[in-house]
């Protein structure tokens, strides 16, 4: 807490938290890469369970969204945590922001455990007509923590104490 204490009295957190521009400036970068990036998202984890794109061979789907998947997240990390860093304390507080790092640490393992498992071997199953039950099941998860975190985030902004 003390490092929360000590972000929240720098002069960063202070602009943020004070600015009129900053904080809203930041929050539609947030919103507006969150839409981008659960756009690939969801194209690639409804591929994955077979439940759309049947047709297109996972590996190429892979490579034509993974730059604007990757981008999108790493914008979204950057303005997450310059919200963050506006009230790291308020933040912190709150049961949403707690379950949101958790769920976001998940989705991150659950990329981990698909690309040391099933996805190492995605040339041997990219064109088949069903996708192995492993795949189908890192999409799924995938699914439910990313409507999950976006659940959670909104319920950040609801808990949090007014300005």
Same mark, same amino acid.
């Given at each position: 807490?003390?490092?929360?204490?000590?972000?929240?009295?720098?002069?960063?957190? &202070? @602009?943020?938290?004070?600015?009129?521009? /900053?904080?809203?400036?930041?929050?539609?970068?947030?919103?507006?890469?969150?839409? !981008?990036?659960?756009?690939?998202?969801?194209?690639?984890?409804? %591929?994955?369970?077979?439940?759309?794109? %049947?047709? *297109?061979?996972?590996?190429?789907?892979?490579?034509?969204?993974?730059?604007?998947?990757?981008?999108?997240?790493?914008?979204?990390?950057? @303005? $997450?945590?310059?919200?963050?860093? $506006?009230?790291? &304390?308020?933040?912190?507080?709150?049961?949403?922001?707690?379950?949101?790092?958790?769920?976001?640490?998940?989705? $991150?393992?659950?990329v981990l455990l698909f690309n040391f498992t !099933?996805? *190492?071997?995605?040339?041997?199953?990219?064109? /088949?007509? *069903?996708?192995?039950?492993?795949?189908?099941?890192? $999409?799924?998860?995938?699914?439910?923590?990313?409507?999950?975190?976006?659940?959670?985030? %909104?319920?950040?902004?609801? @808990?949090?104490?007014?300005?």
């Amino acid at each position: 807490m003390s490092f929360l204490a000590w972000l929240h009295d720098t002069s960063f957190s &202070v @602009t943020m938290r004070d600015s009129i521009w /900053a904080e809203p400036i930041v929050e539609t970068i947030h919103v507006l890469t969150l839409t !981008v990036f659960l756009g690939f998202v969801l194209l690639l984890d409804l %591929r994955l369970p077979d439940l759309a794109m %049947r047709r *297109r061979r996972v590996s190429e789907m892979f490579e034509q969204l993974n730059p604007g998947l990757f981008g999108g997240f790493a914008v979204m990390v950057v @303005t $997450g945590l310059l919200l963050f860093s $506006g009230d790291p &304390v308020a933040f912190f507080s709150t049961l949403f922001f707690k379950l949101k790092m958790i769920m976001l640490v998940v989705a $991150g393992l659950n990329v981990l455990l698909f690309n040391f498992t !099933v996805g *190492r071997r995605l040339d041997e199953w990219d064109a /088949a007509l *069903r996708t192995p039950w492993g795949a189908k099941a890192a $999409g799924i998860a995938s699914l439910v923590l990313w409507i999950a975190i976006v659940a959670a985030g %909104r319920g950040i902004a609801y @808990t949090l104490p007014p300005p």
